[in-house]
């Protein structure tokens, strides 16, 4: 059956993305658990400390050629915080998806456009820096982003990078 080959395909990227994070986190952990030692901590001072990870996902958009997914993940020995991961993949053509791709050559126009319009309208807010203190700019090559379930892209800013940090992640619909 081919939607059992495409469910397989999926999970096999999933399970990837998620076991890269996984070993990311066990050396953040490592080098948490030498930080430690190294700055006087004692076993003692140690104790039962275990590391504390949090994996979860969401399949955002598929069809029988494309998965769009998030990764949340959060390491609770370093802080709260969780950040996400949005993966886009062609199945067919064995690529990642790009915004250019979705949105055609004006693409970080038209992003641009959409966030700026969604923060003027809830500028009432002050939620959200000014580009002039590191605020929102520009989208780019490395900005974030998931298809939603009426394939448009939605861009995903990290805690703090755009607004405060109370706000989480930023996520902004882009229509297409």
Do not use: H
């Not at 494309?66 to 690529?95: K, P």
């Not at 990078?161 to 902004?172: D, H, I, P, Q, S």
Request: aromatic share 14%.
């Amino acid at each position: 059956a081919p939607d059992s080959d495409l469910a397989r395909r999926v999970n096999q990227e999933i399970q990837t993305r998620v076991d890269e994070l996984m070993d990311k986190a066990q050396e953040d952990w490592a080098e948490y658990q030498e930080a430690f030692f190294a700055t006087g901590g004692t076993r003692e001072e140690w104790g039962d400390r275990q590391m504390d990870v949090i994996v979860d996902y969401e399949i955002r958009y598929q069809t029988d050629t494309v998965v769009s997914f998030t990764v949340d993940f959060g390491e609770g020995w370093i802080s709260g915080e969780q950040e996400r991961y949005c993966y886009n993949l062609d199945l067919a053509e064995g690529r990642d998806i790009t915004l250019a791709n979705l949105l055609g050559e004006d693409w970080a126009a038209r992003c641009n456009a959409a966030v700026e319009r969604y923060m003027e309208e809830n500028a009432d807010f002050s939620y959200f820096f000014p580009p002039e203190t590191g605020g929102f700019t520009t989208v780019d090559e490395t900005t974030s982003f998931y298809i939603n379930e009426a394939g448009n892209p939605v861009v995903v800013f990290p805690q703090y990078t755009v607004a405060v940090g109370a706000m989480g992640n930023v996520e902004f619909e882009i229509s297409k």
